[in-house]
T-cell receptor, first 118, second 115 residues
Framework: AQSVTQLGSHVSVSEGALVLLRCNYS??????LFWYVQYPNQGLQLLLK??????LVKGINGFEAEFKKSETSFHLTKPSAHMSDAAEYFC????????????????FGTGTLLAVQP | EAQVTQNPRYLITVTGKKLTVTCSQN?????MSWYRQDPGLGLRQIYY???????DKGDVPEGYKVSRKEKRNFPLILESPSPNQTSLYFC??????????????FGSGTRLTVV
């Protein structure tokens, strides 16, 4: 079964420091990958997604992620953290269908809560 | 404004008392889904619907019902709620029959407590 693992349920960084949130997937074929962000008391918002093509994907709010097939990873980064980045971040995967294309499932990781210290 | 609206935002109820959480989208989306979010478990899919009158079970459907009589509405029904259904619930929708290519649009969530 395909799955998503997020290493570190809590990550704390200083304002201005690099943000690195880790995500590894388990899949026999390259899946489609997403990062979502959840601010307090809000729903999830799409940050970025990888489908095909360029493996470095840029998203909103200065975040980016790189799809590395050899490492089965899709880590989320931001060069300089801002206080407003404090939120919970979810990595998610849509498995590829056997015939090509994508299934309609979206499988979430367990989330990483990012704290930004002044 | 394009959005997914859930009601209520907060609900405290007693074991066994039937309840419905409503979900409505104004984007003419075909696909709608319900998730529950629990600490340490992430989001797990309860039910989804590919179109009107087409629904199917997700990963954790036990104790829940859904219906899709109109394209815009996808209510979640708990016929006899139990304390293990205390959770944060999210409704999501998508223009296409799945998360590609636009991802899902999520509602703001319903925090349910069953005592």
């Amino acid at each position: 079964a395909q799955s998503v693992t997020q290493l570190g349920s809590h990550v704390s960084v200083s304002e201005g420091a690099l943000v690195l949130l880790r995500c590894n997937y388990s899949s026999s074929v390259p899946p489609y990958l997403f990062w979502y962000v959840q601010y307090p008391n809000q729903g999830l918002q799409l940050l970025l997604k990888y489908t095909t093509g360029a493996t470095l994907v840029k998203g909103i709010n200065g975040f980016e992620a790189e799809f590395k097939k050899s490492e089965t990873s899709f880590h989320l980064t931001k060069p300089s953290a801002h206080m407003s980045d404090a939120a919970e971040y979810f990595c998610a995967v849509t498995p590829s269908a056997p015939y090509g294309g994508a299934t309609n499932k979206l499988i979430f990781g367990t989330g990483t809560l990012l704290a930004v210290q002044p | 404004e394009a959005q997914v609206t859930q009601n209520p935002r907060y609900l405290i109820t007693v074991t066994g008392k039937k309840l419905t959480v409503t979900c409505s989208q104004n984007m003419n989306h075909e696909y709608m889904s319900w998730y529950r979010q629990d600490p340490g478990l992430g989001l797990r899919q309860i039910y989804y619907s590919m179109n009107v009158e087409v629904t199917d079970k997700g990963d954790v459907p036990e104790g829940y019902k859904v219906s899709r009589k109109e394209k815009r509405n996808f209510p979640l029904i708990l016929e006899s709620p139990s304390p293990n259904q205390t959770s944060l619930y999210f409704c999501a929708s998508s223009l296409t029959k799945g998360p590609l290519p636009y991802g899902y649009t999520f509602g703001s969530g319903t925090r349910l407590t069953v005592v």
